[in-house]
């Protein structure tokens, strides 16, 4: 027997249907859904605890025990999903997209927490129309590399809690040298991504290595530069 997303999706459904508990399959009810899938993987891994590898895999009524609560997390997701209109077809081709990426992936990026990566900080001069999406950052946060954000304008930074740091000011140039001194970090290991040739000369003036933006060259390369690739 190997059922499929749609079948488990329905399941859920008509069970709720069946206990009258239809009416909570909304947005604002899906938080609940989630927390209760991580209360019941968290059911999983006291059996974990307890019983052990040896126990899961030789001992029958263990092993029933813990593939019961590895359900009951399932089950609480595919209500989530219903909450939120999440289809099994949206589900499948996002599944396959992200898998389609990793087998595409180097797994390089955990480098940069070890001695492979030689950059420290990274800035982001958002003052030439410049952009740097949220993936990426998400990707370089759970490196120790410091991301900073600097321009000419307030109102160009959005996401800010995306940054470790954001400067703005009239001379953008100077808030590159400002940033790497907030941190204490040499510009030498101090990558700068900006779409204007002005302060991309600047920047190698004062000693920091530059990654521009235009002429073909976009940020989704920014990975590969720093040395650890998608």
Request: hydrophobic residues 40%.
């Amino acid at each position: 027997m190997d059922g499929k997303i749609s079948q488990f999706l329905k399941m859920q459904h008509d069970l709720a249907v069946e206990k009258g508990w239809i009416a909570d399959r909304t947005p604002e009810h899906a938080p609940f859904s989630i927390l209760w899938s991580i209360d019941e993987l968290g059911e999983a891994i006291a059996i974990i605890k307890k019983k052990g590898a040896d126990g899961i895999m030789n001992n029958e009524s263990v092993r029933e025990h813990f593939v019961e609560e590895v359900t009951d997390t399932f089950m609480y997701l595919f209500d989530m999903m219903e909450s939120y209109g999440i289809t099994a077809d949206e589900f499948t081709r996002a599944y396959v997209k992200k898998y389609e990426r990793n087998m595409g992936r180097s797994w390089h990026e955990n480098d940069a927490m070890y001695e492979k990566c030689k950059w420290q900080l990274v800035i982001f001069d958002l003052s030439d129309g410049l952009s740097a999406d949220e993936r990426l950052l998400e990707v370089l946060s759970k490196t120790e590399l410091k991301r900073a954000a600097v321009s000419g304008s307030a109102d160009s930074v959005t996401d800010r809690d995306l940054f470790d740091l954001v400067l703005t000011g009239d001379h953008v140039p100077e808030l590159y040298r400002l940033t790497a001194e907030n941190f204490g970090i040499s510009p030498e290991t101090t990558v700068v991504c900006t779409a204007s040739a002005d302060n991309a000369r600047a920047a190698e003036e004062c000693g920091m290595t530059v990654y521009r933006v235009g002429e073909g060259v976009t940020l989704d390369g920014l990975q590969d530069f720093l040395g650890f690739p998608q």
